[in-house]
Every structure is written in C-alpha cells, then in structure tokens.
C-alpha cells in the first residue's frame, strides 16, 4: 500500500510522454504536493497553496509530453534568468578572527 505522500514504483508511463524520467519526477513531486491543508497550505511542505515545487512540477509534467526539440528551442530563445547573479567569485569571502 503506498500513502499519500508516495507514489508507485509500478507507475505506468503514458505512451504520448516523450520524456518518461521528467514525467516520473513531476508525479512523485505531485504525488508529495497534493493537497492543501485547511489553513490552505500545502500539506507537504507548509506553503501557501498552490505552493512553488507543485506549480512547477505541473509544469515539469506539461514539458513531459512535448518532445525534446520543441523543449530546447523554446529555452533557446529566451534570455538567462540568472545570469547577471553568477557574475561573482564562487568561494565566500574568509573573515579571520582578531
């Protein structure tokens, strides 16, 4: 018997997926991120509902069934995000003490 918050091993992937692994994360993201409590916060992880990781797991199923050149040429034609965040050195500054 599987709970709730899991979802099957044994789950059978759609014939029209065109990316099975996608399509299993986002169902086990979904699986966790189901519901809302009565406070209206997700019962997995305390945010408000519709919380981020469920919206974009939503989204991360929708990407499942299109294929892989629609997906890339999609992200190719839109700017870098965080681009102008990764500008910096990566190792934190060292503070010694006096």
Same mark, same amino acid.
């Given at each position: 018997m ?13 014939a029209?997926?065109?990316?099975p692994?996608?399509?299993r ?6 699986g966790?991120?189901?519901? !809302?409590?009565? $406070?209206?916060?997700?019962v997995?992880?305390?945010?408000t509902?519709p919380?981020? +990781?469920? @919206?974009? %797991?939503? /989204?991360?199923? !929708?990407?499942? $069934? ?8 999609d992200?190719?034609?839109? +700017?870098a @995000?965080? %681009?102008? /965040?990764?500008a910096g050195?990566?190792d934190?500054?060292t503070?010694?003490?006096?």
């Amino acid at each position: 018997m599987v709970s709730d918050s899991e979802i099957s091993a044994d789950l059978v992937t759609p014939a029209d997926v065109a990316d099975p692994l996608l399509w299993r994360d986002a169902q086990e993201m979904l699986g966790r991120h189901s519901r !809302a409590n009565r $406070y209206g916060e997700c019962v997995w992880c305390a945010r408000t509902w519709p919380c981020p +990781p469920r @919206r974009l %797991a939503e /989204r991360a199923e !929708a990407a499942a $069934y299109r294929s892989t050149e629609d997906g890339w040429t999609d992200l190719a034609s839109r +700017p870098a @995000r965080h %681009a102008a /965040r990764n500008a910096g050195p990566f190792d934190p500054p060292t503070f010694h003490p006096r």
